[in-house]
Nanobody, 124 residues
Framework: QVQLLESGGGLVQAGGSLRLSCTAS????????TGWFRQAPGKEREFVAG????????AYADSVKGRFTISRDNAKNTVNLQMNSLKPEDTAVYYC?????????????????WGQGTQVTVSS
């Protein structure tokens, strides 16, 4: 098990950028595939991006491809999500999730470690 803490959320105008960070406790984080999910009010939590333990594989939701970039630094136990060209529809609480596996999954049920979330609000 790892504990996850998100940071970097905030309020930004449309077209702006934010960088979210997920910091994990534990010495085995480099064995965990990690994903970012988001949940807007009244909507289900959805997959945004994911990265394999070695960073050799990444995955993105179609809605963020070309705008968001996921990366990780295992020496610092962090996974980052660089979000550019933000749109009002990106407004949501963003969650970091991890699973001890080499495989990135896009479903919430595949992850058993979750952070508390960080709010991202994009104004028009």
């Amino acid at each position: 098990q790892v504990q996850l803490l998100e940071s970097g959320g905030g309020l930004v105008q449309a077209g702006g950028s934010l960088r979210l960070s997920c910091t994990a406790s534990g010495r085995t984080f480099s064995s965990y595939a990690t994903g970012w999910f988001r949940q807007a009010p009244g909507k289900e939590r959805e997959f945004v991006a994911g990265i394999s333990p070695s960073a050799g594989s990444t995955a993105y939701a179609d809605s963020v491809k070309g705008r968001f970039t996921i990366s990780r630094d295992n020496a610092k136990n962090t996974v980052n999500l660089q979000m550019n060209s933000l749109k009002p529809e990106d407004t949501a609480v963003y969650y970091c999730a991890a699973r001890r596996s080499n495989v990135v999954l896009t479903s919430t049920s595949g992850y058993n470690n979750w952070g508390q979330g960080t709010q991202v609000t994009v104004s028009s």
